[in-house]
C-alpha cells in the first residue's frame, strides 16, 4: 500500500537527468513539466525485490518520490546555486502532489520533505531538501513543509 509523498529537489540542473528518473517517480521541471521516471508508484509497494525509485533512505517502502529538479550548488537562502527552483516548477509540484493524494487516497499528514522525513525518523544522512523555496523567500525553514500542505489541500479544491 502506498501510505506516504516524500518531496525533493533533485540538488542538479532544471532537467532530469538519468539517475534522477531512476530514483524519483516523478519529476517536475523548471518550466513546470511533470515528467514520469522509471518506476511507477506501485514499485514501492514492496521494495524487496530491487525494482523501485530509491529515493529516501529508510523510506522508499510505500513512498512516492516526486522532485523539482534543480538547486545544484545549493548554500544557503541567499546562495541557492544556478538552478534555483522557479515559482512555476513549486506550484506544478504542489498541484501534482494534489492529483497524487486523490488518487491513491492519501492523507495530507502523510507528505514530507525528504528534510522533514529524515528529521522524524531520526536520520542522519545530511539531505536537506526541501529547507528553502527561492520563490517564497518569506518561508522560514521549519515552516516550508505546512507552507506545501496548504498549498496541496488548495489545489485538491480545484482538481
Not at 523510506?59 to 550548488?73: D, E, Q, V
Not at 541567499?78 to 512555476?88: F, I, Q, R, V
Not at 506545501?148 to 480545484?158: C, E, G, M, P, R
Request: proline letters at 4%.
Amino acid at each position: 500500500m502506498l501510505r506516504r509523498i516524500i518531496i525533493h529537489w533533485t540538488a542538479g540542473t532544471y532537467s532530469p537527468n538519468p539517475c534522477d528518473l531512476k530514483h524519483y517517480h516523478f519529476l517536475v521541471d523548471n518550466s513546470g513539466e511533470v515528467r514520469k521516471g522509471v518506476y511507477v508508484p506501485e514499485d514501492n509497494i514492496c521494495c524487496n525485490d530491487g525494482i523501485y525509485a530509491a529515493h529516501t533512505k529508510q523510506g522508499n517502502t510505500g513512498s512516492i518520490g516526486i522532485a523539482m529538479c534543480g538547486m545544484h550548488n545549493f548554500k544557503n537562502s541567499n546562495d541557492t546555486g544556478s538552478y534555483p527552483l522557479t515559482k512555476k516548477q513549486c506550484e506544478s509540484c504542489f498541484k501534482e502532489c494534489a492529483r497524487l493524494v486523490k488518487k491513491y487516497n492519501l492523507e495530507i499528514d502523510n507528505i514530507y520533505t525528504h528534510y522533514e522525513f529524515n528529521k522524524l525518523k531520526n536520520i542522519k544522512t545530511g539531505k536537506i531538501d526541501i529547507i528553502h523555496l527561492p520563490p517564497y523567500p518569506e518561508i522560514k525553514k521549519d515552516e516550508i513543509l505546512d507552507f506545501i500542505k496548504n498549498k496541496i489541500s488548495w489545489y485538491q479544491t480545484i482538481l
